[in-house]
């Protein structure tokens, strides 16, 4: 097999004790999830399609509460250390929430995280991939046109 | 003839794996679902429509000029095997790549490795080689393993080398990285046993006299 046939489709997903990742070839894809010690393949062909499926999940507004949660931990760290009293303390409260909001904007404005799901005769698979919806849109269109060429 | 089920024309939703009617699926409209309330794009292929018909053509009996599936005698021929030349039905017939196998003969080509696109998994040496040389280090009282962990690392860095077992092409940096900190972590321990065993007979004349 020629190694450098494959196309990089998406980056590197970080779960929980693995990392997930889409290469293409000319006629399947190939779904790659990498652990510490070794890879495990599963080879999507395009003929065999049979429906792809944008689930859009709510991580978004878990990461949001997650970042709430720290925001109150680091207030009252302020609160109880009357760093308010002071000029330099305000300046810091200052800083420090402005970054949290700017993190918090970030993941709002970047839109809903999508899992895909494709379907074959073998049963349904979940892409070890998330994408935020914009890229995940971008995706499906690029593959429509691959997996409908080799359909017909 | 056998029973043979029909395939059910709807999908699952991936959040909660109830059925989604296929009947209200239009281009390029997210569907909600109605257990979970989460929203979906779905696009069906062209395969999709075609399961269903070739569920009903498998059914169909051979007549007398046909030829029957090797395995299924009553189940009309789509195809052979381009390995051991048997005729299959589509229940049979494995598409693999551009080749059409028997189980058998896919079976076999994967156990014989000969089958690369079966090739379900790869074991990354260089990530292996990298862990020993830098987690133990990293870690509080780690360090003391690295008089094992070094040796199996740099075991490990020029062992497999050239034979990297992924189908995509890998960087050699972790073995880098790792030959050099393991051989580092190995000229450590060398010296820090060849300092105590030249120094260790005065300390023990010092603790003789005292």
């Known amino acids: ?152 | 003839m056998e029973p043979v089920s029909k395939p059910k024309k709807f999908l699952r939703c991936p959040g909660c794996r109830s059925p989604i009617n296929v009947e209200q699926i239009t281009d390029n409209t997210p569907v909600k679902c109605s257990y979970c309330d989460n929203m979906q794009e779905i696009i069906l292929y062209p395969e999709f429509h075609k399961r269903m018909e070739r569920v009903q053509q498998d059914v169909v009996s051979t007549g007398a000029t046909e030829a029957g599936c090797f395995h299924h005698a009553h189940k009309r021929a789509v195809c052979h095997c381009d390995q051991c030349g048997r005729f299959l039905c589509s229940l049979c017939d494995l598409k693999i790549g551009d080749m059409h196998l028997c189980p058998q003969c896919a079976s076999s080509g994967k156990k014989k490795g000969k089958l690369s696109t079966l090739k379900r998994g790869a074991v990354l040496y260089d990530k292996i080689a990298l862990a020993l040389a830098v987690y133990p280090v990293i870690t509080l009282f780690g360090i003391y393993l690295t008089i094992i962990t070094a040796p199996m690392s740099l075991f490990f860095t020029v062992r497999y080398w050239n034979k990297q077992e992924s189908i995509l092409t890998r960087s050699k940096i972790r073995f880098v990285v790792a030959g050099i900190l393991s051989l580092l972590q190995i000229v450590g321990w060398v010296a820090g046993i060849y300092y105590i065993s030249t120094r260790l007979p005065g300390w023990l004349e010092k603790v003789n006299t005292q």
């Open chain 1, 1 to 152: 097999m020629n190694k450098k046939n494959y196309q990089k489709v998406t980056g590197k997903t970080r779960n929980f004790m693995s990392t997930g990742q889409i290469w293409q070839q000319d006629d399947h894809l190939l779904s790659i999830e990498e652990t510490l010690v070794g890879q495990t393949y599963r080879r999507l062909f395009f003929k065999d399609i049979e429906s792809l499926v944008l689930y859009h999940t709510s991580y978004r507004y878990h990461y949001l509460g997650v970042l709430a949660i720290l925001s109150f931990i680091i207030g009252m760290i302020f609160l109880m250390n009357k760093l308010y009293a002071t000029f330099n303390g305000r300046v810091t409260i200052g800083i420090v929430f402005g970054l949290l909001a700017v993190v918090a904007f970030s993941i709002f404005i970047r839109g809903t995280i999508c899992k895909i799901q494709l379907q074959t005769k073998n049963g349904p698979y979940n892409l070890p991939v998330r994408l935020r919806i914009f890229k995940a849109r971008k995706l499906v269109r690029k593959l429509n046109k691959e997996i409908n060429a080799s359909q017909l």
